[in-house]
């Protein structure tokens, strides 16, 4: 499956950005999906994911609360609604899919990456 992330932008601390992910060449539908984040000079990290038929979803602790992961099979698409932004969520976005629920979080064993989309949060 091919992923194309979208919706980055520059936004204040506070606000709200959408990130979207459109999924290709691939049975969409047969993956469970997640979103990553790099910032400047750290590791890639794990923000959220779904599952493919539960939509159970999962979060980093610190974005618990304030974003939130969801899917549209029929479109085969993927979201990431942030909202309360804050400065420390300055990075780039990943999406991402995978096969394997129990890898879902761990950046090492995702199969299927898309190309980031920036998201800077200022103060």
């Known amino acids: 499956v091919q992923l194309q992330a979208s919706g980055g932008g520059l936004v204040q601390a506070g606000g709200s950005l959408r990130l979207s992910c459109a999924a290709s060449?691939?049975?969409?539908?047969?993956?469970?999906v997640a979103w990553f984040r790099q910032a400047p000079g750290k590791d890639r990290e794990f923000v959220a994911a779904s599952h493919l038929t539960t939509r159970t979803p999962i979060y980093e602790d610190s974005v618990k609360g304030r974003f939130t992961i969801s899917r549209d099979n029929a479109k085969e698409m993927m979201y990431l609604q942030m909202n309360n932004l804050k400065p420390e969520d300055t990075a780039v976005y990943y999406c991402a899919a995978d096969s394997r629920w129990v890898d879902i979080a761990t950046m090492e064993r995702i199969a299927y990456w898309g190309q980031g989309t920036q998201v800077t949060v200022s103060s």
């Open positions: 060449a691939g049975s969409f539908t047969t993956y469970h």
